[in-house]
């Protein structure tokens, strides 16, 4: 139908003119309220962009130069966990103070670190110093 017969048709019903597909030929409109498309379109959006970041949220692990056997074994413990559910880990080493000295012990904790994960996770980025912390980064590897 003609656009002014369709403009008359959605005034006198109380209505809008919305346009739903433009790139049709013809083009596609529907005579509806034009706030509860923008919201339903809103919403939708949303929604895509929940989908989207719920696929690999970043866990992130915290270190220390000299973390016991016992604390490394169970934040590994809570590492693998994070990776089997499908988020990225974040593993960091905090050197405060004079544990700046104790760098070679940071990089030997990470590369442990991702040693043992190395079944479930892929390294997305190497160990690397950024101010006083040394991180690194794991990402879940496809094959499980």
């Given at each position: 139908m003609p656009i002014a017969e369709a403009l008359?048709?959605?005034?006198?019903?109380?209505?809008d003119l919305v346009e739903i597909s433009g790139s049709a030929d013809p083009p596609v409109t529907k005579i509806m309220d034009y706030g509860k498309f923008r919201y339903e379109q809103q919403k939708k959006a949303k929604e895509q962009r929940k989908k989207q970041a719920g696929q690999g949220e970043l866990k992130e692990v915290r270190?220390?130069?000299?973390?016991?056997?016992?604390?490394?074994?169970?934040?590994?413990?809570h590492a693998r966990e994070f990776i089997e559910k499908g988020n990225k880990v974040k593993a960091w080493v905090q050197f405060r103070?004079?544990?700046?000295?104790?760098?070679?012990?940071?990089?030997?904790?990470?590369?442990r670190f991702t040693e043992d994960l190395s079944d479930?996770?892929?390294?997305?980025?190497?160990?690397?110093?950024?101010?006083?912390?040394?991180?690194?980064?794991?990402?879940?590897?496809?094959?499980?």
């Open positions: 008359d048709l959605a005034r006198s019903m109380g209505m270190f220390r130069p000299r973390t016991d056997d016992h604390d490394y074994e169970f934040k590994l413990k103070g004079r544990d700046i000295i104790y760098k070679d012990q940071g990089l030997d904790m990470l590369e479930i996770a892929k390294v997305d980025q190497a160990p690397i110093m950024e101010g006083r912390r040394m991180t690194t980064m794991l990402t879940p590897s496809k094959a499980k």
